[in-house]
């Protein structure tokens, strides 16, 4: 059973808050974490298991317009306290910051947990070492020229509470189950990888990821260059679009738009994709990774478009930002971990599907690359400007609708703004640690290989 129950984090929340505030702070949050993980690998034949419990807190302290942050990786009162006397004696040496208003008021709207799995409160790393090597086994068996494969199975429960001393007291709990394969194929002196996944937040069977992975690693077998770049059309499987589209959230942060740093600025209401898009930020998602009833200030996280029918309808806030411009949060002031404060960040993109399926947006391409697998170098791309460059590990050379012929790694650049104008949806919605993506089609990318 859990160590601690959600109405013992929310009380140490409101607790840690009045010690800040009587340490000196004008007023005080504090954000108060718990979570059991477990990691579980298999690589070969050797496995490798983890789990643990970790928990603490962080503060904020505010003293005029000047704020101060401390955290401690501890729930015993002692740290508790210290962790709220460092952040007040943070607060006073910082420097004042002109935009910072208050800490949130509490928000009078309906709030949603996603699922939770009880089961996950209870598992051990070991108990889904059968899983892992019904995965590998699989994988092993779709192809004989699989070589190496390589299993990993997370789970995670985790709980918090927050609480301010402007009356917002509340938290959360919520579960995570992450099933990942990646196969190694080898043919001659040619050796390709492939990849699968279950995301979820209970526990679910993982049938079928490792053949799906040993077959992507087999069929990008026989690889052939391109002889010159190809600019033209790329779909982007499930998996690959999901990785593109976290590109958006910078877009649409209210506080990159506040600081000029966002192409989208000045865009509401006006057309900044095509009409075939609309992604919604939907956070009582039930199934959706990044679930919470409320943010990691306290705020009901809310369901509403970002793009709908091509057209921007809403940026993201947290208070900060929403303070500036004298509105309310949209409970998008996400944390990572106690360790961290709040910042904006989506809590899960759903893209309404159509009913094409990936082959029949195969089919449209005349000339371009589908691209399956995974995504390198994302990290790397001018998230101001929109303007990337990645390679994609699974490519294929598409031609008159079909695929040619496998290729290596490939350079896939352009602009994700003017790649949003194009972009055609399929039908195969899939869970991703974003939310729920289907494929897309999009035009005007280029495409490279090395010869």
């Given amino acids: 059973m859990a160590e601690v129950e959600l109405s013992d984090l929310i009380g140490l929340a409101e607790r840690v808050a009045s010690w800040t505030k009587a340490a000196g702070a ?54 508790l306290r210290s962790a709220a006397e460092k952040a007040v004696e943070i607060a006073r040496v910082r420097p004042e910051d002109p935009k910072f208003h208050r800490l949130p008021d509490p928000v009078r709207r309906p709030a949603r947990s996603g699922g939770f799995d009880e089961q996950i409160i209870e598992i051990g790393a070991a108990d889904v070492v059968p899983q892992a090597k019904s995965v590998s086994s699989e994988a092993l068996s779709a192809d004989r020229r699989v070589k190496y494969v390589v299993v990993f199975i997370y789970t995670q429960a985790y709980m918090f509470g927050v609480a301010n001393t402007r009356g917002i007291s509340c938290g959360d709990r919520a579960s995570k189950f992450m099933g990942i394969v990646e196969c190694k ?20 069977e993982l049938a079928g990821i490792g053949e799906r992975a040993a077959r992507l690693a087999a069929d990008s077998l026989g690889a052939r260059g391109l002889d010159q770049p190809v600019v033209g059309h790329v779909l982007f499987d499930s998996t690959t679009a999901s990785m593109m589209l976290s590109m958006l959230t910078y877009g649409v942060s ?50 509403k478009p970002v793009i709908e029918d091509g057209m921007l309808r809403n940026y993201l806030y947290d208070s900060y930002a929403a303070h500036i411009e004298g509105k309310k949060s949209t409970g998008n002031g996400m944390r990572s971990w106690f360790t961290s404060q709040p910042s904006i960040r989506e809590v899960n993109y759903m893209v309404r599907p159509s009913s094409r399926s990936p082959d029949d947006l195969l089919s449209e391409v005349e000339l371009g690359v589908y691209v399956r697998g995974d995504l390198m170098g994302l990290g790397h791309a001018n998230y101001v400007t929109g303007d990337f460059s990645v390679v994609a590990t699974n490519a294929f050379l598409v031609r008159r609708g079909s695929i040619e012929h496998p290729l290596p790694p490939t350079t896939i650049a352009g602009n994700f703004y003017e790649m949003l104008k194009t972009a055609r949806v399929g039908s195969d919605l899939r869970l991703s640690p974003i939310g729920k993506i289907p494929s897309i089609l999009v035009s005007g990318l280029t495409a490279a290989t090395r010869r």
């Fill in 26 to 79: 004008d007023e005080a949050e504090a954000y108060v974490a718990w979570a059991k993980d477990t990691y579980t690998t298999l690589q070969g034949d050797v496995f490798s298991t983890r789990e643990g419990v970790s928990a603490g807190v962080g503060v904020r302290a505010v003293i005029g317009r000047k704020v101060g942050f401390a955290s401690a990786s501890s729930l015993e009162e002692a740290k």
């Fill in 185 to 204: 194929v080898s043919d001659g002196s040619e050796e390709r990888t492939g990849s699968d996944h279950v995301y979820g937040r209970r526990i679910a």
């Fill in 254 to 303: 209210a506080r990159s738009v506040q600081e000029g740093r966002s192409r989208l600025e000045g865009k509401l209401g006006k057309q900044v994709a095509s009409k075939e898009l609309t992604i919604v930020d939907d956070a009582w998602m039930k199934d959706g990774l990044g679930t919470v009833a409320y943010d990691g200030e306290g705020v009901p996280t809310t369901v």
